[in-house]
């Protein structure tokens, strides 16, 4: 499989325990989403990687929320001292940016969901 | 304030028959507007994307239509089948990097 590849799929954890999420985007994509989706909503930008540069964040990415993507490839999603707001799906997304190019087609992966008890 | 704005929140149709979703958006400066199909417990996955001067574009049984004088756009699903019981997101893209803005979706049931 060649698409866009999340794990864990479902993660069960206490409040206040800490998490992390892993993305593997397709090969040679440039540009890394993260994505935020509660029930009943569309989802919401968290942050992006261009290669390994984290070039934007959003306000709903509070400091317990770290992401990295170390070598331009998979990304790491942590969120520490969890908290019940926090249980969502967390979706991944990757695309292929080219210079002039008017728009990027973003591939999503099939998502982790998040329980916190 | 950048919005995308679905309607309606769900519907429920019988098999075989037409229907037509609703998508009106305040982005700017808009870039392109994309359709999602999404199931239950899965990541959205695309069905058209048109830019500002595209009209109409299909995929299918899919075919999605763009006014972006009235920043409005519908996805039309004809012949509807039970696999197309999904929720469908309409999706405007603006910014250099695309950043992506989300409606709510329509959630969509095909009975038998």
């Not at chain 1, 479902?10 to 440039?30: A, L, M, Y």
């Not at chain 1, 695309?95 to 998040?114: C, D, H, I, M, V």
Request: proline share 4%; aromatic share 10%; hydrophobic share 30%.
């Amino acid at each position: 499989d060649t698409g866009v590849s999340q794990d864990p799929r479902h993660k069960i954890t206490k409040r206040g325990q800490n998490v992390t999420f892993r993305c593997d985007p397709i090969s040679e994509h440039n540009r890394l989403y993260w994505y935020r989706q509660t029930l009943g909503q569309g989802p919401e930008f968290l942050t992006y990687f261009q290669n390994e540069a984290q070039l934007e964040k959003s306000r709903l990415l509070s400091d317990r929320f770290s992401a990295e993507r170390p070598k331009g490839s998979f990304s790491t999603l942590e969120i520490q001292r969890t908290e019940q707001g926090d249980s969502a799906m967390y979706l991944c997304a990757s695309s292929l940016a080219l210079a002039g190019g008017s728009y990027n087609e973003q591939f999503f992966g099939p998502g982790t969901r998040l329980t916190v008890l | 304030k950048n919005q995308v704005e679905q309607s309606p929140q769900s519907l429920i149709i019988l098999e075989g028959k037409n229907c037509t979703l609703q998508c009106n958006y305040t982005v700017s400066p808009f870039s392109n507007l994309r359709w999602y199909k999404q199931d239950t417990g899965r990541g959205p996955v695309s069905l058209t994307i048109m830019t500002f001067s595209e009209n109409t574009k299909s995929n299918g049984r899919y075919t999605a239509t763009l006014d972006a004088d009235t920043k409005q756009s519908s996805l039309h699903i004809t012949a509807s089948q039970l696999s197309d019981s999904a929720s469908y997101i309409c999706v405007v893209s603006f910014g250099g990097y695309n950043k992506l803005i989300f409606g709510a979706g329509t959630r969509l049931a095909v009975h038998p």
